[in-house]
């Protein structure tokens, strides 16, 4: 699809406010959809939509408070027009021992990660629906490899993967529902790890991550500039030289 063939389609990115969110907001604006950024960090989202100009805004929301996505729905839909993508990119990843001291981590990855996923598409599905559009759920390597030290947020993003396959198979042929599940992206998702053990380890991997928020954003233009009659419904990547 040419830019120009997406001058009017609209696309809803939420955790917009840095890594995979960020360029993938920027790159379809890029293509030539108008782009409503949604994050809980307000200045940085109000900061990538003053850079991209025209055709963007921000909207703080927090993907587990269904009443701000319901809000933003409607400041969508009333400043850009009907949602026709919608990229399910908000999550966190608080890795660490099964244990009581993280229980707290543990919802969080579930309300956000999974929760957050399945309220926001719950909300703008309609919008989407009308006319035929795209639904892009930010999975995880995780999705399908558990390990030591990530079982709940492996099983937010197993159950990512599992609700996806039940939609695509519900929704089509009315919208397209592609899932991405990246490897180790240079991202700051481990500076969120409450356990420092982990965090310090996990950050060692990261700090030499050789895929770019960038290459995954292109990833998901690439899926979404695909003629409708053909859908790329899963997408694994990684770095090459990651083994698991």
Request: proline share 3%; charged share 20%; no cysteine.
């Amino acid at each position: 699809m040419t830019d120009s063939q997406n001058i009017h389609r609209v696309a809803v990115v939420t955790g917009a406010s840095s890594g995979i969110g960020a360029a993938t907001a920027r790159a379809l604006h890029a293509d030539g959809y108008r782009v409503a950024l949604l994050a809980r960090r307000r200045d940085r989202i109000e900061s990538i939509a003053a850079e991209l100009g025209d055709g963007a805004i921000a909207i703080q929301a927090d993907v587990t408070d269904r009443d701000a996505i319901v809000t933003a729905a409607q400041r969508v839909q009333d400043e850009l027009g009907v949602t026709d993508v919608l990229v399910n990119n908000a999550g966190t990843m608080l890795l660490g021992p099964f244990s009581s001291e993280q229980r707290n981590d543990y919802r969080s990855m579930i309300e956000v990660n999974l929760l957050g996923a399945i309220t926001a598409t719950e909300v703008f599905l309609d919008q989407i629906k009308d006319g035929g559009g795209d639904l892009i759920n930010i999975s995880s390597v995780a999705g399908r490899t558990a390990r030591a030290s990530n079982g709940v947020y492996a099983a937010t993003k197993w159950g990512m993967n599992g609700w996806s396959e039940s939609l695509r198979q519900e929704l089509l042929p009315d919208v397209r529902v592609t899932l991405i599940e990246p490897g180790v992206v240079d991202t700051e998702l481990p500076t969120h790890i409450t356990h420092e053990p982990t965090r310090q380890a996990v950050q060692q991997g990261y700090d030499v991550a050789s895929v770019k928020p960038e290459e995954v954003a292109e990833v998901i233009s690439f899926a979404l500039g695909r003629p409708r009659h053909l859908v790329l419904n899963e997408i694994l990547l990684r770095p090459a030289t990651q083994l698991g």
